[in-house]
């Protein structure tokens, strides 16, 4: 069965600071990965996603994600974090041979703190 | 920008009761889906709604869960017989198709606490 670890459970930064928020996956077969943000009392929002092709991804609000088949891991990265940005950021991958559609897997998130 | 919505926002309910947890997906959207977060847990599937039935499930949707969407816009998720375990965050999600490349959007929540 997949699954995807989220090594911190939190990440306090300084604004303005860069930040990596770190994802590793179980997999020997095809993936696609996602990177979802929760904000205060609002559900889950898409932040990115790896389907193929370049391996540096961009998304919403200056994030970017990098897709290491050989590490299966997908870090998500931001050079400068706004105090806006503190949320809870959830990695996420389906198994293109047995997921079906969008049958994700999430891993236990990421409580990044921006502090001034 | 159209939204899922979710109510109520927090349901507390006594262990053996009924339970019905309410979500509006997206108008154009034609998959449904129920995800559920144990306190410190991780997001986990339950099930996939499609075309008036259910296309996936997981173990964890077992015979005291169901679905419904009984009319154009509700889509359901009952629990017949709550148990403690089933304390945890509620997310309904809908996608316009159950491609990969067609993102789930989210509701805000249901937090049930079973007592």
């Known amino acids: 069965a997949q699954s995807v670890t989220q090594l911190d459970s939190q990440v306090p930064v300084f604004e303005e600071a860069p930040v990596e928020l770190r994802c590793n996956y179980s997999?020997?077969?095809?993936?696609?990965l996602f990177w979802y943000v929760q904000y205060p009392n609002q559900g889950l929002q898409l932040l990115l996603k790896?389907?193929?092709?370049?391996?540096l991804v961009k998304g919403i609000n200056g994030f970017e994600a990098e897709f290491n088949k050989s590490q299966t891991s997908f870090h998500l990265r931001k050079p400068s974090v706004h105090i806006s940005d503190t949320a809870e950021y959830f990695c996420a991958v389906t198994d293109i041979l047995t997921g079906g559609g969008n049958k994700l897997t999430f891993g236990t998130g990421t409580q990044l703190k921006v502090e001034l | 920008e159209p939204e899922v919505t979710q109510t109520p926002s927090h349901q507390v309910t006594q262990m053996g009761q009924e339970v019905i947890l309410r979500c509006v997906p997206i108008s154009n959207h034609l998959y449904f889906y129920w995800y559920r977060q144990i306190l410190g847990q991780k997001v986990e599937f339950l099930v996939s709604?499609?075309?008036?039935?259910?296309?996936?499930k997981s173990e964890i949707f077992d015979d005291q869960f169901s679905v419904e969407r009984p009319d154009g816009s509700n889509f359901t998720l009952k629990i017949r017989s709550t148990k403690l375990e089933d304390s945890a965050m509620y997310f309904c999600a809908s996608s316009v198709s159950g491609s990969y490349n067609s993102p789930l959007h989210f509701g805000n929540g249901t937090r049930l606490t079973v007592t």
């Open positions: 997999s020997s077969v095809s993936v696609y």
């Open positions: 790896y389907l193929s092709g370049s391996t």
């Open positions: 709604f499609y075309n008036n039935e259910i296309s996936e």
